[in-house]
Nanobody
Framework: QVQLVESGGGLVQAGGSLRLSCAAS????????MGWFRQAPGKEREFVAA????????DYGESVKGRFTISRDNAKNTVYLQMNSLKPEDTAAYYC??????????????WGQGTQVTVSS
């Protein structure tokens, strides 16, 4: 099927920015709905962003709306998550995935290894 590798995480101060990448291989993701989720230690997985294959649907979790932007570059078979105005509450491991449905976002089951984002105050 498809393999996903997240990258771009790191340590950043509150108010800073990061761009996460999700590189796909094995199949083109051009016609896949894609999403980002995050999970902090001891907390449930939280929806972050979703993007339908055509781009007609773009949704965000309430906690990140207005600060994060999901996008894709089909030529690079890559999905991105631009994260601005970061807050300590954004600290988590971030995962991308294929979605069987964009709205509401329903993961298909493929996940990357995750990339850690740590926001200091």
């Amino acid at each position: 099927q498809v393999q996903l590798v997240e990258s771009g995480g790191g340590l950043v101060q509150a108010g800073g920015s990061l761009r996460l990448s999700c590189a796909a291989s094995g199949r083109t993701i051009a016609y896949y709905h894609m999403g980002w989720f995050r999970q902090a230690p001891g907390k449930e997985r939280e929806f972050v962003a979703a993007l339908s294959w055509s781009g007609s649907i773009v949704d965000y979790g309430e906690s990140v709306k207005g600060r994060f932007t999901i996008s894709r570059d089909n030529a690079k078979n890559t999905v991105y998550l631009q994260m601005n105005s970061l807050k300590p509450e954004d600290t988590a491991a971030y995962y991308c995935c294929v979605l069987v449905n964009a709205r509401p976002p329903v993961p298909r089951g493929e996940w990357g290894q995750g990339t850690q984002v740590t926001v200091s105050s």
